[in-house]
């Protein structure tokens, strides 16, 4: 069931807010798109460190990269999501971070989401470095099956929410724009 807010019921509302969590399909192609444009982020924080710190080879410096990375994801997650709750991608998309009632998220939330939705990632690259496997393609194997039974659980958890966002009290909502009259 799905509650809708009226355009025209107050001055701040300027879209259309349901509270059903968004269907598999949708957030994949939001995922999708953020991926396009975390490459350019990553691609150019990338330039940017290895010329800061004159780094010649693409595995000297990897764990100040990789930690360099984590940082600059980390900020723009949060920004986004604690200034308005939508990223690039989330905008055309029409998805929305709220808490879970509803609310404007704060940045202390979404720190603590940003740092539990690597939950997405780091239990199938553990359980694969603890198999033994090395190659690139195995743990990426290992990642993708996990992230696929990681998305499964949103279909099962109360708001069909996934488990970081239960975690920290968020979720995901669709936001469409206000039809224009």
Known sequence: MSSTASADSGAEDHAQVSTVAPGFW?????????????????????????????????????????????????????????????????????????????????????????????LWFLPGLGLGALAGWHSGTALSLAALAWGLAYATLSHVLPGRQTPHDLLCGTRLIVSKPASKR
């Not at 396009?36 to 150019?44: A, E, K, N, P």
């Not at 000297?60 to 984590?70: E, I, M, T, Y």
């Not at 949060?78 to 998805?95: D, E, I, N, P």
């Open 26 to 118: 949708r957030r994949l192609a939001a995922m999708l798109y953020e991926g396009v444009v975390l490459f350019g982020v990553i691609s150019v924080a990338g330039f940017l460190y290895s010329s800061l710190t004159q780094q010649r080879h693409a595995l000297d410096g990897r764990a100040g990269l990789q930690a360099v990375l984590f940082v600059i994801l980390g900020l723009y997650f949060v920004w986004f999501w604690s200034r308005g709750g939508q990223t690039v991608a989330m905008k055309t998309w029409h998805l929305r971070l709220v808490d879970a009632h509803g609310a404007p998220v704060t940045q202390r939330r979404a720190v603590a989401r940003y740092l539990s939705s690597w």
